[in-house]
């Protein structure tokens, strides 16, 4: 594993443990050239998946970036960083074993909705409003409805 600071790529590894959801393994590595210290995670990762763009462009899937998504629309809400977690490997993992090595962003997209709305209505509508592509607050209001009527 390559040194983010130095870019020595002889780092040795100090400790390792599971996750608390034991879906990857959590290392905790030195480097001895620099002294500098740092965390990887290491995970099972059945087959290569490709996304589909709206724009059938395809890019590689990245569980990094929805993660990111995830985390935006989770922002400055109290949701607990491992139900966080647990909602991307669940992702993740359905999307694996789906069987497809090609997926439709759209899939995706739905696949963090149904896990939004679980963990917090408040993101959920904001995922919601870049996910379906809101372009005024009628849009709002609707899936507010949605939301209320259940």
Do not use: W
Not at 45 to 54: E, F, Y
Not at 103 to 125: F, N, P, Q
């Amino acid at each position: 594993m390559r040194c983010p600071f130095c870019s020595n790529t002889d780092t040795q590894v100090k400790d390792s443990r599971p996750t608390e959801d034991d879906a990857a393994i959590r290392r905790r590595r030195y480097c001895p050239d620099c002294g500098g210290r740092f965390t990887t995670f290491e995970r099972v990762q059945l087959r290569d998946m490709m996304v589909i763009k709206s724009n059938d462009r395809k890019v590689p899937f990245d569980r990094d970036k929805l993660m990111r998504s995830v985390q935006i629309a989770l922002r400055k809400r109290p949701v607990e960083p491992e139900r966080i977690e647990r909602m991307v490997s669940g992702i993740v993992r359905r999307l694996e074993t789906a069987g497809d090595s090609e997926i439709r962003s759209a899939t995706i997209g739905k696949h963090v909705m149904e896990g939004l709305r679980v963990l917090d209505d408040v993101a959920y509508v904001r995922f919601a409003s870049v996910y379906r592509n809101f372009r005024e607050a009628k849009d709002f209001e609707e899936l507010l409805d949605e939301l209320s009527d259940e």
